[in-house]
């Protein structure tokens, strides 16, 4: 009797390691933790929004725009060094980064180079 209690725990134990629960709306084989599938046509304007309490965040519409709203915060693009945006492969025009070394500042590829916005004062 101790023997089949210690392969049922064993089991359960091994079990729990490979069993992850997954949610899909839209879909019968969801791919990750939380997966939403739809085709973004509804009637409203948008066709997702991320919001927290108080407000929504992000906006993505039927048109294919994607707002991201805020009276009190700023966009913040993606931080890395040189070295790293160099090792993008295939970066696609109008991917936009913010770059932490020399020359620091915000870069953006235009489909065939990477280029230095440069900040003009007066």
């Known amino acids: 009797m101790r023997t089949q209690h210690f392969f049922y725990i064993t089991f359960l134990l091994l079990i729990n390691n490979y069993i992850q629960a997954q949610v899909g709306i839209g879909t019968p084989t969801p791919s990750s933790k939380l997966e939403v599938v739809g085709a973004g046509t509804t009637s409203a304007t948008t066709a997702l929004k991320v919001g927290n309490a108080s407000s929504t965040i992000l906006t993505v519409r039927n048109d294919g725009l ?35 070394d020399a020359p620091a500042g915000l870069w953006y590829h235009n489909g065939s180079n990477w280029m230095y916005i440069i900040n003009s004062t007066s």
């Open 66 to 100: 994607v707002e991201v709203a805020s009276t009190t915060q700023g966009f913040l693009p993606p931080r890395m060094t040189a070295t790293q945006r160099a090792a993008i492969s295939s970066p696609e025009a109008g991917l936009l980064v913010y770059q932490t």
